[in-house]
C-alpha cells in the first residue's frame, strides 16, 4: 500500500495564488470550469439547521480525504462535504489497486488512510482554503457551505478517546487554525487576518458499513447526540431491500447476474423493521435532545469479486454506481412509504449530470457524487449537475428547490387531494402551479403540500429507473475503447484521462526538451575515464506524465481511465515533495527534488538504488550512488569528471535525472514540486 502524505500549507497556498494568476486554473480545474451561481435561481438548502448555498457535494470517500480534494469540489459547486470515514483503526493496510470504474463501480477502499490527527488538520486545512477562495471572491453569492463528518464503525472505537479528540477537533478547531495561520507563506501574509471557521462541523454520518448490528447502530447514534453534541445522520445499506427483492431487481430487471450478494450479508446486516424500530426511538430521541437527525441512502454493496482488476486473493468488492442507484432509490421510495416525509433523506448512489436534478426533485439533501466524478472530466462536472438542475427549474419557471419539487413531475396536483385542503386552498394552489406563487398560494399548508409531492415524487421515480434501459447491464457494462498500444514511461497519447481521473490531483502534466539523450556509461581503464555510448533516449512528445508519489495511493482508478495498456501511476515518472513521503515509499522509483544552498539537490531512486545529485550556479554538479562521487565541471563536459569510482557510472541516469528536474521545476511549470521549491 503506498501512504498518502499530505502536503504542506504553504505548497497548497503557493500554487493556488500562482495556477491562478498564470493559468485561470486552481490545482488543474481550469477557472471557466468553476461552479458559476445563477441568481436566476435560488439553489440553497437547509441541512439539519445549517445553510447550503447548493444541494450538492463530493460524497465521503476519496474526494474528501485531503485538502486540495475538498477544495476542488467546492469549486465544481459542491457545498455539502461529506468528510471521508474515519475510525479508531486508522492505520490499515488496504490492498492496491482499490478503485475499478471501468463501467459500474467496485472498490475495496472503505476507509480513511491518514491517521485520525492527520485527517483533522486535513479537514481544518480544507476549510481554510475554502474560506481564501472565498477572500478571492470564488463562490460570490453562493458561498454558504455545510462541513459533515463521518464515522464508522463500532461504539466501543467512536468512544475511543482518539476518536473523540477527532470528533471534538473538528467542533473547536481554534488551536489548529493558528498552528496553519503560522504556516502561511509571508508573501501571503494577509490571508492571517481572515475570518477563518473554528466550529467546522456539528453534524456526523454514521457509516453503518455492512454487517453492523442494529443494536450497535442504535447505540452509536444516541451517544453522539448525547454525548457529542452532533445531529446524526444514519447511513443504510441496500440490503435492507432483502435478498428476494434486491436479487429480482439486480439480475432479472436490470441483468448484473454475474453480481452475487454472500448469503452473510444479508444474514448480518439490518433487516427493516430493525430499522423502522432504530429512527423511529431516535427521531423521538433527537426532538427530545434539540438535535438534527436523519438517514441517507447509501451505503456501498457486498458482492463477490469477479473480475481480475484487484489483488490476487480478493474474494469481495463494494458496487457503486449504476445498479446502486436503482437499488437506492427503491429504498427511498420503501422508506418514504412507510415514513412520509417526516426525516431527512441525503442520497448518494449512481448520481450523474442526467439524474442529478430528479434527485433534487425528489426532496433529497445533499445528493452527493464518488463514482462519476471519478470517471472523465473528474470534478468539473459538478458545474455540470448543477448546470443541469438550473435547466429543469428554468424550464419550470421555479425559483427555489422547493417550487421544483412541487413541479418537477407534475405530482403537485394529486397531493393536494391527499391533504384534503378546503376547496378555495386547493384551487388558489393549483393556479399557482401554472403561474404564480406556490408558497403564498398554499399559506401555512406549503409545508404539508411539499411533503406529499416529494412523497408521490419518489414513488413515480422509482418505476421509472426500474424500467430505464440507461441502468441495465446491457447499456452500463459497455467498456470504454482501449487500444492495443503499451504504456510506457514517455510518450503516451497524452489523452489527459488520467489527469482528471485521479481525486487526488497526483497526475500532472509537463514539459520536456525533446533533445534525445544519449545512454551512456563513464567507464574507468587505464587512461582514466572513458564515455561509452550505448543507444539513445528519444522523446516523441513535448508534453508528458508525471506522478506526485506524496498523494498517489496507487488507488489504480488511472489504470482503468488510461486507453493504453498499463498504469501510470506505476510507469510514469514519479516525483516526492517531502522527505517523509521519499523514506515512506522506499520500494517506490522516483525523484525527490529539494533547495541546495546553491542550486538543486536531486535524489533518484531506481530498483531500490539511490543516487544523489546537486546542481550548482557555475554550472558543476556532484554525482554520488554506490562506489562512486564524482564532480562534473557542466553536463556537457561529463568526460572531464573528477572523483573517485570502483567501476562504471551511468551517465544515461544522470542526463534523465537532470532533464526531468529542469523540466519540472522549469518557470513556466506549475505543479506541487514547483511549488514546494518556492
Known amino acids: 500500500m503506498a501512504p498518502l502524505t499530505p502536503l504542506p500549507f504553504a505548497v497548497l497556498i503557493h500554487r493556488m495564488f500562482r495556477e491562478l494568476e498564470r493559468r485561470k486554473a486552481i490545482y488543474a480545474l481550469p477557472k471557466w470550469r468553476f461552479f458559476q451561481p445563477d441568481l436566476a435561481h435560488d439553489l440553497s438548502t437547509d441541512i439539519r439547521g445549517q445553510r447550503a448555498a447548493t444541494p450538492f457535494g463530493p460524497a465521503a470517500g476519496p474526494h474528501t480525504q485531503l485538502a486540495q480534494n475538498i477544495l476542488l469540489a467546492w469549486l465544481a459547486g459542491g457545498r455539502v462535504i461529506e468528510l471521508k470515514t474515519v475510525q479508531v483503526l486508522d492505520d490499515l493496510q488496504i490492498a492496491r489497486p482499490c478503485i475499478d470504474m471501468e463501467t459500474v463501480g467496485y472498490n475495496i477502499e ?32 453562493a458561498d454558504a457551505t455545510v462541513f459533515d463528518m463521518s464515522v464508522g464503525y463500532d461504539l466501543a472505537g467512536i468512544r475511543s478517546a482518539k476518536v473523540r479528540a477527532f470528533l471534538d477537533g473538528l467542533k473547536h478547531a481554534s488551536g489548529i487554525v493558528e498552528a496553519l495561520k503560522a504556516e502561511i507563506p509571508d508573501g501571503y501574509a494577509s490571508l492571517r487576518d481572515l475570518p477563518y ?18 443494536s450497535e447502530i442504535e447505540a452509536i447514534a444516541a451517544h453522539l447526540m448525547e454525548e457529542v453534541g452532533l445531529d446524526v445522520v444514519i447511513k443504510l445499506n441496500p440490503t435492507l431491500l432483502g435478498r428476494e427483492r434486491l436479487t429480482a431487481i439486480l439480475h432479472n430487471t436490470l441483468g448484473y447476474r454475474d453480481l ?22 431516535l427521531g423521538a430521541k433527537a426532538e427530545r435532545l434539540g438535535r438534527g437527525f436523519g438517514v441517507k441512502f447509501c ?3 457486498l458482492v463477490e469479486n469477479h473480475r481480475h482488476f484487484f ?28 415514513f412520509g416525509d417526516r426525516f431527512p433523506v441525503s442520497f448518494s448512489a449512481g448520481i450523474d449530470a442526467g439524474n442529478f436534478a430528479d434527485a433534487i426533485a425528489l426532496g433529497l439533501k445533499p445528493v452527493s457524487v464518488s463514482t462519476d ?3 472523465g472530466l473528474g470534478y468539473g462536472k459538478g458545474a455540470d449537475y448543477l448546470a443541469s438542475l438550473n435547466e429543469r427549474m428554468a424550464e419550470l419557471g421555479a425559483g427555489d428547490l422547493e417550487v421544483f419539487s412541487l413541479k418537477a413531475f407534475g405530482e403537485a396536483d394529486a397531493a393536494l387531494d391527499d391533504l384534503g385542503l378546503a376547496a378555495d386552498r386547493a384551487s388558489a394552489c393549483r393556479a399557482a402551479l401554472a403561474g404564480g406563487n406556490p408558497r403564498q398560494a398554499a399559506g401555512e399548508d406549503f409545508g404539508r403540500w411539499l411533503s406529499a409531492t416529494v412523497v408521490r415524487n419518489t414513488a413515480r421515480y422509482a418505476e421509472r429507473v426500474l424500467a430505464d434501459p440507461r441502468y441495465r447491464a446491457a447499456t452500463a457494462l459497455i467498456p470504454p475503447e482501449r487500444s492495443n498500444a503499451e504504456l510506457g514511461e514517455f510518450d503516451c497519447v497524452m489523452c489527459g484521462n488520467c489527469v482528471s481521473a485521479c481525486p487526488n490531483g497526483a497526475v500532472f502534466r509537463f514539459n520536456i526538451a525533446q533533445e534525445p539523450i544519449a545512454a551512456q556509461h563513464l567507464v574507468p581503464n587505464r587512461y582514466g575515464l572513458q564515455v561509452e555510448t550505448a543507444g539513445t533516449l528519444t522523446f516523441s512528445n513535448r508534453q508528458q506524465i508525471g506522478i506526485l508519489a506524496d498523494i498517489c495511493n496507487s488507488c489504480g482508478n488511472c489504470d482503468v481511465a488510461c486507453p493504453e495498456t498499463g498504469a501510470p501511476y506505476a510507469l510514469k515518472p514519479a516525483f ?9 515509499q522506499g520500494d517506490r522509483d522516483g525523484m525527490r527534488i529539494s ?29 554520488r550512488g554506490a562506489g562512486f562521487e564524482l564532480t562534473f565541471p557542466s553536463i556537457e563536459a561529463l568526460r572531464d569528471a573528477t572523483g573517485s569510482t570502483d567501476g562504471p557510472v551511468d551517465l544515461g541516469r544522470l542526463r534523465l535525472a537532470l532533464r526531468l528536474a529542469e523540466a519540472v521545476t522549469a518557470a513556466d511549470q506549475i505543479n506541487y514540486v514547483q511549488s514546494a521549491l518556492v
Not at 113 to 136: F, G, R, T
Not at 260 to 270: S, Y
Not at 576 to 584: D, P, T
Open 110 to 141: 472503505w476507509s480513511q488512510e491518514l491517521s485520525l490527527a492527520d485527517s483533522l488538520a486535513e479537514y481544518v486545512k480544507a476549510a481554510m482554503l475554502i474560506e481564501i477562495a472565498k477572500s478571492l471572491g470564488l463562490g460570490a453569492g
Open 197 to 214: 471557521p473554528t466550529a467546522i462541523s456539528r453534524s456526523v454520518t454514521l457509516s453503518t458499513f455492512h454487517g453492523c448490528p442494529p
Open 260 to 281: 452475487v450478494v454472500p448469503d452473510e450479508t444479508f444474514e448480518k446486516d439490518a433487516k427493516w423493521d430493525d430499522i423502522v424500530g432504530i429512527v423511529e426511538r
Open 299 to 301: 451505503n456501498t454493496l
Open 311 to 338: 489483488p490476487d486473493g480478493t474474494r469481495e468488492m463494494y458496487l457503486s454506481g449504476t445498479p446502486l442507484h436503482v437499488l437506492a432509490i427503491t429504498l427511498v421510495d420503501r422508506f418514504r412509504r412507510q
Open 373 to 375: 466524478l471519478l470517471k
Open 576 to 584: 516526492f515533495v517531502s522527505e517523509a513521503a521519499w523514506q515512506a
Open 595 to 623: 533547495r541546495a544552498e546553491d542550486g538543486l539537490k536531486i535524489a533518484a531512486r531506481a530498483s531500490g538504488e539511490v543516487v544523489s545529485i546537486e546542481t550548482r550556479s557555475d554550472g558543476s554538479i556532484a554525482y
